[in-house]
């Protein structure tokens, strides 16, 4: 079974690419994988294994 996790990503004045890169290894560290990314809504699908 999987379960889901919606992010709010909010595009700050710099470092937006180091930001979104520790974010997504922060969340990676805790067995969560990109599933997808909306450019337009700034909203990341995050998706692991529940029974991990």
């Known amino acids: 079974m999987k379960e889901y996790k919606v992010v709010s990503w ?14 997504l290894n922060n969340h990676a560290k805790q067995g969560w ?3 997808q ?4 809504s700034q909203r990341l699908v995050l ?5 991990r």
């Open 10 to 23: 909010t595009i700050g004045l710099t470092n937006n690419d180091q930001r979104l890169e520790d974010a």
């Open 33 to 35: 994988r990109l599933l």
């Open 37 to 40: 990314y909306s450019e337009h």
């Open 47 to 51: 998706e692991r294994d529940k029974n």
